[in-house]
């Protein structure tokens, strides 16, 4: 399978936007998520997205901030994080997983499961 590639992490100030993108050609029958993991702490689901686009789960801690979408080919994937708090800087993946499980996949999916990309890093900072 070809890897999952995250793109678009970067230093933005508090209240700023973010637009990650997640390169998933092998994976269009796949429901992909959006994880995060801060120094210290455990990783976390952000956001996941069903292989349909028709079912999708956020985090309560980026609801009606951050938005979840693929593109029509399903080919990459996105996540849209506007007014950005210190909170949200961490290393953000992409994972891809076999399920319709969308909740459960954001809430407990392990790294031992499905594919991940390599991550990118998101830094929140005045």
């Known amino acids: 399978q070809l890897p999952l590639v995250e793109s678009g992490g970067g230093l933005v100030q508090p209240g700023g936007s973010l637009r990650l993108s997640c390169a998933a050609p092998?994976?269009?029958?796949?429901?992909i998520g959006w994880f995060r993991q801060a120094p210290g702490k455990e990783r976390e689901g952000v956001a996941c997205?069903?292989?349909?686009?028709?079912?999708?789960y956020y985090a309560d801690s980026v609801r009606g901030r951050f938005a979840i979408s693929r593109d029509d080919a399903k080919i990459t994937a996105f996540l849209q994080m506007n007014d950005l708090n210190v909170e949200d800087t961490g290393t953000y993946y992409c994972?891809?997983?076999?399920?319709?499980?969308?909740?459960?996949?954001?809430?407990?999916?392990?790294?031992?499961?499905?594919?991940w990309g390599q991550g990118t890093q998101v830094t929140v900072s005045s």
């Open positions: 994972a891809a997983l076999s399920t319709t499980q969308i909740r459960a996949m954001c809430i407990s999916m392990s790294e031992t499961m499905g594919t």
């Open positions: 092998g994976f269009i029958y796949y429901a």
């Open positions: 997205i069903s292989s349909t686009d028709d079912e999708i």
